[in-house]
Nanobody
Framework: QVQLEESGGGLVQAGDSLRLSCTAS????????MGWFRQAPGKEREFVAAIRWSEGTTYYRESVKGRFIISRDKTTNTVTLQMNSLNTEDTAVYYCAAGQGIITSETRNPRGYSYWGQGTQVTVSS
């Protein structure tokens, strides 16, 4: 079992930056993928970004490329999502997730992730 705890959400203005962190209760062994998803009111949960825990390969949804950066720190079991140039469409609850053995073509599918955090609210005002 792995517990994931997110932090760093809040209310910001369009154009601002925000950093989200996700700390795992233990270190990872094997081929784990750490991801960030988000869900806006009335919408389905959608993929934002992911990173391979071992080698650090990253994946992003098209709309956040060049604005968001995902990284991981193996010494603290933490995954960070640096969000820059935020806009109102980024408003959502952001969830951290972890899964093992997820192939590249399935990185965007939330069903492949076994562990989820409780979520942190990000609100961007215009």
């Amino acid at each position: 079992q792995v517990q994931l705890e997110e932090s760093g959400g809040g209310l910001v203005q369009a154009g601002d930056s925000l950093r989200l962190s996700c700390t795992a209760s233990r270190s990872f062994a094997g081929r784990y993928l750490m991801g960030w998803f988000r869900q806006a009111p009335g919408k389905e949960r959608e993929f934002v970004a992911a990173i391979r825990w071992s080698e650090g390969t990253t994946y992003y949804r098209e709309s956040v490329k060049g604005r968001f950066i995902i990284s991981r720190d193996k010494t603290t079991n933490t995954v960070t999502l640096q969000m820059n140039s935020l806009n109102t469409e980024d408003t959502a609850v952001y969830y951290c997730a972890a899964g093992q053995g997820i192939i590249t073509s399935e990185t965007r599918n939330p069903r492949g992730y076994s562990y989820w955090g409780q979520g942190t609210q990000v609100t961007v005002s215009s």
